[in-house]
Protein backbone atom coordinates (compact mmCIF):
# COMPACT_ATOMS: atom_id res chain seq x y z
CA UNK A 1 0.00 0.00 0.00
CA UNK A 2 1.18 3.31 -0.96
CA UNK A 3 1.74 5.74 1.70
CA UNK A 4 3.17 9.51 2.19
CA UNK A 5 6.00 10.14 4.28
CA UNK A 6 5.59 12.37 6.80
CA UNK A 7 9.42 13.71 7.11
CA UNK A 8 9.09 14.33 3.23
CA UNK A 9 5.57 16.07 3.21
CA UNK A 10 6.88 18.30 6.28
CA UNK A 11 9.94 19.03 4.23
CA UNK A 12 8.35 19.95 0.91
CA UNK A 13 5.52 21.73 3.40
CA UNK A 14 8.60 23.89 5.32
CA UNK A 15 9.55 25.44 1.95
CA UNK A 16 8.36 29.05 0.14
CA UNK A 17 4.63 28.96 -0.70
CA UNK A 18 4.88 31.65 -3.94
CA UNK A 19 4.66 29.10 -6.76
CA UNK A 20 2.76 26.57 -8.41
CA UNK A 21 3.58 23.19 -7.66
CA UNK A 22 2.72 20.49 -10.38
CA UNK A 23 2.74 17.04 -8.88
CA UNK A 24 3.54 14.22 -11.13
CA UNK A 25 1.96 10.94 -9.96
CA UNK A 26 3.90 7.78 -11.45
CA UNK A 27 1.51 4.75 -10.79
CA UNK A 28 1.03 0.89 -10.66
CA UNK A 29 -2.01 -0.20 -10.66
CA UNK A 30 -3.47 -3.17 -8.64
CA UNK A 31 -4.07 -6.24 -11.10
CA UNK A 32 -7.59 -6.80 -9.58
CA UNK A 33 -9.53 -4.05 -11.08
CA UNK A 34 -7.08 -1.15 -9.93
CA UNK A 35 -7.38 0.95 -13.22
CA UNK A 36 -10.76 1.06 -13.22
CA UNK A 37 -11.20 2.32 -9.29
CA UNK A 38 -8.43 5.12 -9.90
CA UNK A 39 -11.09 6.39 -12.45
CA UNK A 40 -13.66 6.29 -9.98
CA UNK A 41 -11.41 8.02 -7.85
CA UNK A 42 -10.88 11.14 -10.24
CA UNK A 43 -13.96 11.37 -10.89
CA UNK A 44 -14.36 11.81 -7.40
CA UNK A 45 -11.74 13.86 -6.86
CA UNK A 46 -12.06 16.56 -9.70
CA UNK A 47 -15.03 19.11 -7.82
CA UNK A 48 -12.48 18.89 -4.73
CA UNK A 49 -9.79 19.58 -6.90
CA UNK A 50 -10.90 22.25 -8.09
CA UNK A 51 -12.02 23.96 -4.60
CA UNK A 52 -7.89 24.22 -3.79
CA UNK A 53 -7.64 25.46 -7.12
CA UNK A 54 -6.02 22.37 -8.52
CA UNK A 55 -6.43 21.29 -12.18
CA UNK A 56 -5.20 18.16 -13.75
CA UNK A 57 -2.74 19.08 -16.55
CA UNK A 58 -2.12 15.13 -17.94
CA UNK A 59 -2.77 12.19 -17.87
CA UNK A 60 -1.76 9.19 -19.45
CA UNK A 61 -1.11 5.50 -19.73
CA UNK A 62 2.53 4.12 -19.38
CA UNK A 63 4.02 2.73 -22.66
CA UNK A 64 7.51 0.61 -22.47
CA UNK A 65 10.48 2.37 -21.10
CA UNK A 66 12.89 3.26 -23.50
CA UNK A 67 16.04 3.99 -21.51
CA UNK A 68 18.66 0.78 -20.44
CA UNK A 69 18.54 0.43 -17.05
CA UNK A 70 16.33 -0.78 -14.21
CA UNK A 71 13.34 1.24 -14.37
CA UNK A 72 10.57 -0.93 -14.70
CA UNK A 73 7.99 1.54 -16.04
CA UNK A 74 4.87 2.33 -14.92
CA UNK A 75 1.12 1.48 -15.89
CA UNK A 76 0.34 5.25 -15.70
CA UNK A 77 1.34 9.15 -15.44
CA UNK A 78 -0.68 12.08 -13.68
CA UNK A 79 0.46 15.43 -13.87
CA UNK A 80 -1.48 18.11 -11.19
CA UNK A 81 -0.98 21.54 -10.70
CA UNK A 82 -1.11 22.95 -7.49
CA UNK A 83 -1.38 26.87 -7.41
CA UNK A 84 1.24 26.41 -4.00
CA UNK A 85 1.93 24.01 -1.16
CA UNK A 86 -0.63 25.24 0.92
CA UNK A 87 -3.54 24.16 -1.57
CA UNK A 88 -1.98 20.59 -1.66
CA UNK A 89 -1.51 20.74 2.20
CA UNK A 90 -5.52 22.14 2.64
CA UNK A 91 -6.45 19.32 0.28
CA UNK A 92 -4.84 16.42 1.50
CA UNK A 93 -5.96 17.24 5.21
CA UNK A 94 -9.77 17.86 3.73
CA UNK A 95 -12.25 15.28 5.13
CA UNK A 96 -14.30 15.07 1.67
CA UNK A 97 -11.00 14.06 0.47
CA UNK A 98 -9.26 11.93 2.82
CA UNK A 99 -12.94 9.67 1.65
CA UNK A 100 -12.01 10.47 -1.91
CA UNK A 101 -8.36 9.20 -1.46
CA UNK A 102 -10.09 5.66 -0.09
CA UNK A 103 -10.88 5.20 -3.14
CA UNK A 104 -7.81 6.10 -4.71
CA UNK A 105 -5.46 4.10 -2.82
CA UNK A 106 -7.12 0.87 -3.18
CA UNK A 107 -6.59 1.18 -6.69
CA UNK A 108 -2.90 1.76 -6.49
CA UNK A 109 -0.21 -1.15 -5.90
CA UNK A 110 2.53 1.16 -5.85
CA UNK A 111 2.91 5.08 -6.90
CA UNK A 112 5.84 7.37 -6.88
CA UNK A 113 4.58 10.95 -6.33
CA UNK A 114 7.28 13.90 -7.38
CA UNK A 115 6.15 17.87 -6.61
CA UNK A 116 8.19 19.78 -9.07
CA UNK A 117 8.46 23.72 -9.71
CA UNK A 118 8.84 25.51 -12.66
CA UNK A 119 12.46 25.09 -13.93
CA UNK A 120 13.33 28.39 -15.68
CA UNK A 121 14.98 28.78 -19.16
CA UNK A 122 12.73 25.96 -20.48
CA UNK A 123 10.32 27.27 -21.89
Known sequence: MAELSPA???AFLSEADDTPIVMLNLINFEPDGGRER???Y???AKPILARFGAQILFGGD???VL???PAAGWDAAVLVQYPNRSAFKNMIADPEYQEAF???ISAIADIALQPMK???GLI
Do not use: N
Open 8 to 10: AVE
Open 38 to 40: YRR
Open 62 to 64: GLP
Open 102 to 104: KVG
Open 42 to 44: HQI
Open 118 to 120: HMS
Open 67 to 69: TAG
